[in-house]
């Protein structure tokens, strides 16, 4: 967490620069894979309850949107509940929530049951056998869902092993901390037959064009950004780096250390009972693994007098209602808290205080699980999981890694949109402190983050909530949504989107219930302002928004923003502002003054958080006045007022601990240096653009001759003379040390180039010297110097073991020193791609995404 060798890379997109943390996200989802006992997990979701949505849409797909009911148990968390409702609201789907025992079956329910939800244990930490449930779910073609606990399933029988069709759940407790809330990461592990379905990112394993093994992001044609609104969900950003952190934890540990924290915390649990009960005070939960429900009736203290107490030496005990609290032990509790733990309940009994203990014996050993639902298979088995258990070990384990992947530590990654920016430590290093990191999500906080955020954009309220920029697209539509039903337009439906907007955006309309209207882009990269008022009057009576990313998606701020609110707003819809490229705003303009209602910031892109290779992320949206009364609330931390949308994060405040970063961020740098930021990025961008002009196709410039704070490049030319590719160019630039740009985004020929203000002159430099280079090579095909199939664009990159072939085997047209060294300064700095070229289409047929097994492994 705290190096930026893992904490700078970006998205797995560039797979032969990435096989570390590939590997390590290929350890996640086999771990959770083998916890849960299911086929197929992906490599991290947002948090618990968007898992939890998710799968509840995915039940809702598999009917092939025939069945409408989507039953919750009652022990489902609250915060999970709460996403469900707004969640379920987009999509039309009816919540029904009951006793899972009592209630599902139900008559009326039988034909139109999409699914079931329940959690593992849960709310008040009762452990259920939910087989029958599962039995009479697949009887009437619904699917299962449950949600649990990875700890606890060292000792229960797996969800995959009573007929769980989708299990997901929060990794934090291996080894992340609580953070105020998050970030953690979430995971979503399904059947087979579901894993097309299945949303988020997943790692699979493939070969390189030498038929060495290598991992790279698998079945990427389920992803929004091709599908755009027939995806099956919008997961952009997720949480890679908790999914990292979290893997490392059990590689370390390994399965018998698993075992040995769980007996703790469970022998810890059943103690802390045998005392409390001795006192005369009911467990209304008999079976448990890690969690108590105390029935409090009769003590002189009621409930929220014992959790004062509870709070005032430092210990968690969650007050239900006045006669209930609750209390979770996990493994950082030891014996002092647990005897400030019984000695609350010592203090509280009804005849007399009774005197504090210093010392308790340790109940026996039975354990209050079900001889039914205890776990008898194995988990874990993999080589990987049993192997680096010294300190030692592990630390050469993750360095090995890490030594695989290129990050920001190494040379500017520079990806148009995605913008990676400088994440200073100044403002990083607070998250792992106490006071940060080990904050419990439900407690109050302070505003100035909102208030500046409000300021940066314009507008007049913000919700910190979703963790993702896709979430706050979702969020922000949502609350449009609710603002027309309160107008009495509920029926407006209708999402205009560009052509050329992020694949996030119609994913998301989706989501939010409505219907995408694509609106045409003009040859020079503009809005078409003909076409959009043309669909704007055609559908006034059920516009309901249009959503639009400035500067746009081609790299240049277009005159016509202002007037294309000004239409939509003429025909009754909303104006919801893709932030993404805010950092080319900021202190210059705003989404206010172009005209939108709402926008979302990608914290993780304009504000410094880093990208985690993938995660995690901050979605803030901004609203103007009029939206302010619906931004979303959370049932536990109340927020808003009664025409408030329900929660989109589990947590009140999202991702809240690196909230820290871009609060930090923007107080170091004040009104005058954020201003100065967006100058500079502007100004990186035109000086870039200036040097490439000659060598390559400069697509976008607005009448002044000027890109924004983006440039894309055109490489279409090159397939035309010689077929060379946009990836041809990116591979070729990993054997310079550089991550390639964002590529064939917004066009499939083109290449989107952010310098950002982060980077140097030098650098800059650097980079253009080596795209110019490049430009150079291809020439050589282009006149035949060089075969179009077997040359150096096509053949990079160049890892070690194919430089050091024989010279039998190396039949190239050109020698190893041109591949590896084609600038002077790489003698000195190179990176090595540890693989070549990888085959995606091989690794999407054979679709295998867990880690080699011992069988395996020998018999390579
Ligand atoms: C990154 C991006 C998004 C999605 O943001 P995530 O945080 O990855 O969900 C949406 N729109 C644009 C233009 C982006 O660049």
Redesign the pocket.
């Known amino acids: 967490m705290e190096s930026p060798a893992w904490y700078t890379p970006y998205?797995p997109y560039q797979p032969e620069i990435a096989q570390g943390r590939l590997e390590s996200l290929v350890n996640y989802q086999t771990m959770i894979m083998s916890m849960t006992a299911m086929d197929i997990a992906n490599a991290s979701l947002l948090d618990e309850a968007t898992a939890a949505a998710e799968g509840m849409v995915l039940s809702y797909v598999s009917s092939n949107q025939k069945k409408r009911s989507f039953f919750v148990d009652r022990g489902v968390l609250p915060q999970t509940l709460d996403v469900l409702k707004t969640r379920a609201k987009g999509f039309g789907i009816r919540l029904v929530v009951g006793d899972v025992f009592a209630d599902l079956k139900d008559e009326s329910l039988r034909a139109d049951l999409c699914g079931v939800l329940v959690q593992y244990p849960n709310v008040d930490g009762s452990v259920a056998d939910f087989s029958s449930v599962a039995e009479y779910a697949h009887s009437n073609g619904a699917l299962v869902v449950a949600a649990t606990d990875l700890l606890a399933l060292t000792m229960l029988k797996p969800p995959g092993e009573w007929g769980a069709d989708v299990v997901v759940g929060n990794s934090a407790r291996f080894g992340v901390p609580a953070g105020y809330g998050g970030p953690h990461g979430a995971f979503f592990a399904c059947t087979e037959k579901l894993k097309r379905k299945m949303p988020g990112r997943l790692i699979g394993r493939s070969r390189d064009v030498e038929g060495k093994p290598a991992y790279r992001l698998a079945l990427q044609t389920r992803e929004q950004h091709i599908r755009r609104e027939k995806a099956t969900s919008?997961?952009?950003?997720?949480q890679a780096l908790l999914a990292n952190m979290a893997a490392m934890y059990a590689v370390y540990h390994g399965p018998t250390g698993l075992k040995r924290i769980a007996t703790k915390v469970h022998l810890l649990t059943n103690t802390l009972k045998t005392s409390v009960e001795q006192l005369g005070f009911k467990i209304t939960n008999p079976e448990f693994f890690d969690t108590l429900t105390i029935d409090v009736t009769g003590a002189v203290a009621n409930a929220g007098v014992l959790h004062k107490a509870a709070a005032a030496v430092s210990v968690n005990l969650r007050q239900i209602d006045d006669k209930h609290v609750g209390v979770t032990l996990d493994e950082s509790v030891g014996p002092v808290d647990l005897l400030r733990l019984i000695n609350i309940f010592r203090a509280a009994t009804s005849t007399s205080p009774l005197q504090s203990i210093s010392a308790v014996s340790v109940s026996s050993t039975s354990s209050a699980i079900p001889a039914t639902l205890q776990r008898t298979s194995e988990f874990l088995p993999h080589p990987v999981f049993n192997s680096h258990h010294s300190e030692t070990e592990m630390m050469r384990y993750i360095y090995h890694l890490q030594s695989k992947d290129l990050g920001l530590v190494h040379s500017m990654i520079p990806l148009?949109?995605?913008?990676m920016k400088l994440n200073s430590t100044s403002s990083m290093v607070p998250l792992t402190w106490p006071e940060f990191g080990a904050v419990h999500p439900f407690v109050p906080k302070d505003q100035e983050l909102e208030d500046d955020l409000c300021k940066i954009t314009g507008f007049h309220a913000c919700s910190l909530q979703p963790?993702?920029?896709?979430?706050?697209?979702y969020a922000g539509l949502s609350v449009i949504r609710a603002y027309h039903e309160s107008q009495g337009e509920s029926h407006r439906d209708i999402c205009l989107i560009p052509v050329s907007?992020?694949?996030?955006?119609p994913a998301s309309a989706v989501m939010a219930g409505l219907k995408v209207v694509p609106v045409k882009t003009l040859a020079d990269g503009s809005l078409d302002l003909v076409d959009l008022k043309a669909k704007a009057e055609k559908h006034k009576d059920n516009l309901a928004a249009f959503m639009i990313?400035y500067p746009s998606?081609f790299g240049v701020f277009e005159d016509g923003v202002q007037d294309a609110c000004q239409i939509i707003h003429d025909n009754g819809g909303q104006v919801y502002l893709?932030?993404?490229?805010l950092n080319a705003q900021i202190g210059l303009t705003n989404p206010a003054t172009c005209g939108g209602d709402v926008c979302?910031m990608?914290l993780?892109?304009t504000f410094a958080i880093p990208h985690g290779g993938g995660?995690p992320?901050?979605?803030p949206i901004c609203v103007a006045e009029h939206l302010t009364p619906f931004l979303p609330t959370h049932s536990i931390v109340p927020v808003g007022g009664d025409k408030s949308i329900s929660a989109v994060s589990a947590a009140q405040y999202g991702s809240a601990s690196i909230l820290l970063i871009s609060w930090a961020y923007i107080k170091m740098l004040g009104g005058d240096g954020l201003a100065d930021s967006s100058k500079t990025a502007l100004l990186n961008a035109n000086y870039m653009a200036h040097r490439l002009k000659d060598h390559y196709n400069l697509r976008y410039k607005n009448a002044n001759g000027r890109v924004a704070h983006e440039l894309l490049i055109d490489l279409a030319e090159f397939d035309k003379a010689a077929g060379l590719k946009v990836t041809d160019f990116a591979k070729r630039l990993q054997d310079f040390g550089f991550h390639p740009p964002t590529c064939s985004w917004p066009i499939s020929t083109c290449m989107l180039i952010e310098p950002t203000e982060s980077e140097t002159l030098e650098e800059i430099d650097r980079f253009c010297d080596a795209m110019i280079q490049i430009r150079k090579e291809a020439e050589e095909v282009i006149q035949g110097k060089q075969p179009k199939e077997n040359n150096i664009l096509k053949n990079a990159p160049h890892p070690i073991s194919v430089l050091t072939q024989s010279d039998a085997e190396w039949n190239r047209p050109y020698s190893r020193q041109q591949a590896a060294y084609p600038m002077p300064w790489l003698l000195e700095k190179k990176f090595w791609p540890t693989v070549s070229r990888i085959d995606d289409a091989y690794g999407d047929l054979n679709l295998i995404c867990d880690c080699p097994s011992v069988e395996e492994l020998a018999s390579h």
């Open positions: 998205t919008n997961i952009c950003t997720a148009g949109s995605c913008t963790n993702s920029g896709a979430a706050g697209e907007a992020h694949g996030t955006n990313t998606t893709d932030g993404a490229n979302h990608n993780h892109k995660g992320g901050v979605g």
